[in-house]
């Protein structure tokens, strides 16, 4: 399984960004996938996390109402839809798989992850 994350980037405070994540390997229509950030001198945190159907999904309460993740099985992507965005945002966001059907906001459950992009928000 390999992961290919994009869409990161410099933007002001209040304004929007786009990741997607790539996947590659059959499991990945059956699995969960996450996204996690790390800031600078901090430990990796959970983000959310959407189920292998789609039709759920979990959000820390940090990006809750204002981040929205989605999937197309088909194309084998997830994206993290990230609106109003804070300075406190900044950090490197990585998304990763968990082949569990129990989705979780432990980073240490998850079997895969890319190789992150920078999100930088200027206030």
């Known amino acids: 399984v390999q992961l290919q994350a994009s869409g990161g980037g410099l933007v002001q405070a209040g304004g929007s960004l786009r990741l997607s994540c790539a996947a590659s390997g059959s499991i990945i229509g059956r699995s969960i996938m996450g996204w996690f950030r790390q800031a600078p001198g901090k430990e990796r945190e959970f983000v959310g996390c959407?189920?292998?159907?789609?039709?759920?999904?979990s959000y820390a309460d940090s990006v809750k109402g204002r981040f929205t993740i989605s999937r197309d099985n088909a194309k084998n992507t997830v994206c993290l839809q990230m609106n109003n965005l804070k300075p406190e945002d900044t950090a490197v966001y990585y998304c990763?798989?968990?082949?569990?059907?129990?989705?979780?906001?432990?980073?240490?459950?998850?079997?895969?992850w890319g190789q992150g992009t920078q999100v930088t928000v200027s206030s």
């Open positions: 959407i189920s292998g159907s789609g039709r759920s999904t």
């Open positions: 990763a798989v968990d082949v569990s059907v129990s989705m979780t906001t432990m980073s240490s459950h998850y079997n895969y």
